[in-house]
């Protein structure tokens, strides 16, 4: 039998997605082990879940930028992922930008949700930019990270409607939903695939 695969979960927020992908693992939903829940703001609600779900918790600490980790703080998170056996990062409201320490040490293995129906709309605030726009209808997308900001091959989408009156508030709320269900429907895939190659390895 293949191992099942080690997953740390990354988050700046609250943690609504890593709390749904976290769930579905104890549903036996998504074949996989939760591995580390990192986050990089100081008592950040994604924090709790450690103690809900029993996984280890650390805080990375950058001193010196907002948008990305100092090239040393990056390394210092790559190693701390290999010691801890991560097989897949998950990013889930990581608000920093993944620069070369960490995309090089899991190439490939790194997935993002977005807040919109890339390539439309990357960056922050997505569903302002979309009501802003005018659209009708959004979504969210689950890619892989490469070096850009939300550019990765997509993995999957889901659609929601736009409403007259909706603010800010209501279509990210509407999104959040759809984020919930399609997450670990696509951490669920990926882990699979992750670990059928581990089995070719292993048979090799
Ligand atoms: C989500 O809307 C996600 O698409 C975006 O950041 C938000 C994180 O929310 N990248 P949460 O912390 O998972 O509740």
Not at 108 to 135: C, D, M, Y
Request: proline share 7%; with cysteine; charged share 25%.
């Amino acid at each position: 039998m293949s191992k099942k695969p080690r997953l740390a979960l990354l988050g700046s927020g609250k943690g609504s997605n890593a709390r749904a992908i976290l769930e579905a693992i104890a549903r036996g939903e998504i074949g996989a082990e939760p591995g580390l829940i990192v986050t990089d703001q100081p008592g950040a609600g994604i924090l709790q879940l450690g103690n809900d779900f029993g996984v280890a918790t650390w805080e990375v600490v950058e001193p010196r930028y907002r948008t990305r980790l100092s090239p040393e703080v990056e390394e210092e998170l790559a190693r701390r992922l290999r010691a801890e056996r991560i097989d897949l990062v998950i990013l889930a409201g990581y608000l920093r930008v993944v620069k070369a320490p960490l995309l090089e040490a899991f190439p490939q293995r790194i997935l993002n949700i977005h807040p919109s129906l890339l390539p439309k709309f990357p960056g922050l605030a997505a569903w302002e930019q979309a009501l802003v726009a005018g659209e009708t209808e959004s979504g969210c997308t689950v890619h892989w990270v490469d070096a850009g900001v939300d550019t990765g091959p997509i993995l999957g989408q889901a659609r929601v409607p736009v409403l007259p009156g909706d603010t800010a508030g209501t279509l990210h709320a509407r999104i959040q939903e759809a984020e919930h269900r399609l997450y670990p429907e696509v951490v669920a895939r990926v882990c699979v695939e992750l670990a059928e190659v581990d089995s070719e390895r292993g048979r090799a």
